[in-house]
C-alpha cells in the first residue's frame, strides 16, 4: 500500500502491475491472461456494458446460447478472481501518470498505482426513440451475432444513414422480406447508395412509428404506423451509430481515429507507453469472441513487457547471475491463489 505523488494524502492507493477498465469480454480476457501469467491484476468494472444486456449468448465457441450475457460476465469474473485477480465494483473517473513513469487511477471509492494500464470501456448504442424498447426479442444491434435467428423472417431495419442501407441489403442473404425505416427523418445515404437499395428488393418506410405489438412470448409481432398501416416483423436492426467511451483514453493523450476508436497497434497497445486499449472501444468487428482475442492480445504482450525473467545479458552484467532466492518471479498473492486453485 502507499500514495503517489498529488493524490490525496489521506487515501492509500493498493499497488498492482496491471490495471483493467472496464468488465466486458475483451477487459476480462486481458485480466485473466495477466493474472494467469502471474502479473497482479485488478480489474475496475462499473457494470452494465453492451455484453451484459445479450438475452442470449450468440457465436462465442463452447458456450450455451441459453447463456445470458449477464451469466456469461459473472462466469468470466469468477475466473479472474479464482486466479488470484482483484475484481472492483466502480466508476473510474480520472487517470494520471506520476513522476516514475506509473499510473494513478481515481474511482468513486477506489484509488489504484498500475504500471499498465488497459482501457476495456466499449461503447454505448444510440438508441432509436420509444415506443421501441431497449434491446432483445425484435430489437437487436448486431447484424453477426443475430441475423442466423432471422432466416425466412420479415425483418425491418432502423436509420437514414449508409449502415442502415448496407445492413438492409446483407439481411436479403437470410430473408426475402426487409423494410427500412427511415421513421419520418430524411435519408442520409449517398445517391450510390440510394442505387444500390432500388436494385435490390427492400420497402422504404418513411412514416413514423405509432405502436407496437408483443406475442406472449415477449417478442415483437408488428409495428403500427402513423398512417394507420401495420406490417409484421419478427424483429430487426437500429442503425444509429455508437458514442465510445473514449474519455479517459483521450485524457491520457491517446490519439482516435476518424471514427472515434481508440488508434491501437496489433497487440493493442495505444499511442500512449503503457497503455492499451482493447475490445469495442477500438477498430474491428464488435463481437464477443474478437473482444475476448484482443484482450488475450494485450495480455500476452503486457506479460512480455513486464515478466522478470529471462534477464538480459546487459542485467546479468551488472547484476550478477539470478539467485536461487529469485525465483520464482511471481507475488506471494499470486502464489497462494494457484496453491489453491490447484487444491479445488
Known amino acids: 500500500m502507499s500514495t503517489t505523488d498529488g493524490a490525496d494524502p489521506d487515501v492509500e492507493a493498493d499497488e498492482y502491475e496491471v490495471a483493467v477498465i472496464g468488465g466486458g469480454p475483451a477487459g476480462l480476457s486481458a485480466a485473466l491472461y495477466t493474472t494467469r501469467l502471474s502479473h497482479d491484476t485488478v480489474l475496475i468494472d462499473r457494470g452494465g456494458g453492451r455484453a451484459a444486456m445479450m438475452l442470449d449468448t450468440h457465436n462465442v465457441i463452447g458456450v450455451p446460447e441459453e447463456i445470458s450475457g449477464n451469466e456469461f460476465l459473472q462466469t468470466a469474473t469468477e475466473q479472474v478472481q479464482n486466479y488470484g485477480g482483484d475484481v472492483v465494483r466502480d466508476l473510474v473517473t480520472e487517470i494520471e501518470r506520476d513522476g516514475d513513469g506509473r499510473f494513478h487511477l481515481s474511482g468513486n471509492n477506489t484509488e489504484v498505482i498500475a504500471d499498465r494500464v488497459v482501457l476495456g470501456m466499449g461503447f454505448s448504442d444510440e438508441r432509436p426513440e420509444p415506443p421501441l424498447p431497449r434491446t432483445g426479442k425484435g430489437l437487436h444491434y448486431c447484424l453477426h451475432c443475430d441475423a442466423y435467428m432471422f432466416i425466412d423472417e420479415s ?28 421513421r419520418g427523418d430524411e435519408i442520409e445515404w449517398s445517391e450510390e447508395t440510394q442505387q444500390l437499395v432500388e436494385g435490390h428488393p427492400i420497402d422504404l418506410i418513411h412514416e413514423d412509428i405509432e405502436s407496437l405489438t408483443r406475442g406472449d412470448d415477449g417478442w415483437l409481432e408488428s409495428f403500427t404506423f402513423e398512417d394507420g398501416t401495420t406490417r409484421e416483423y419478427r424483429g430487426g436492426f437500429a442503425m444509429y451509430g455508437s458514442d465510445y467511451n473514449t474519455g479517459l483514453a483521450t485524457d491520457l ?10 488508434i491501437t497497434d496489433d497487440h493493442g497497445a495505444t499511442t500512449v507507453d503503457g497503455v492499451y486499449a482493447v475490445g469495442d472501444i477500438t477498430q474491428g468487428h464488435n463481437q464477443v469472441p474478437v473482444a475476448m482475442g484482443k484482450g488475450a492480445r494485450a495480455g500476452l504482450a503486457i506479460h512480455k513487457e513486464l515478466r522478470t525473467f529471462p534477464k538480459s545479458l ?3 552484467e551488472a547484476e550478477g547471475p539470478v539467485g536461487e532466492t529469485e525465483v520464482p518471479g511471481v507475488s506471494p498473492e499470486i502464489r497462494d491463489a494457484a496453491e489453491a486453485f490447484g487444491d479445488d
Open 253 to 262: 493523450g491517446c490519439e482516435l481515429n476518424d471514427d472515434g476508436t481508440v
Open 314 to 316: 546487459d542485467e546479468l
Open 155 to 182: 425483418v425491418y431495419v432502423m436509420g437514414t444513414g449508409e449502415a442502415t442501407a448496407h445492413v438492409a441489403m446483407i439481411m436479403l442473404n437470410f430473408t426475402d422480406e426487409v423494410d427500412i425505416l427511415t
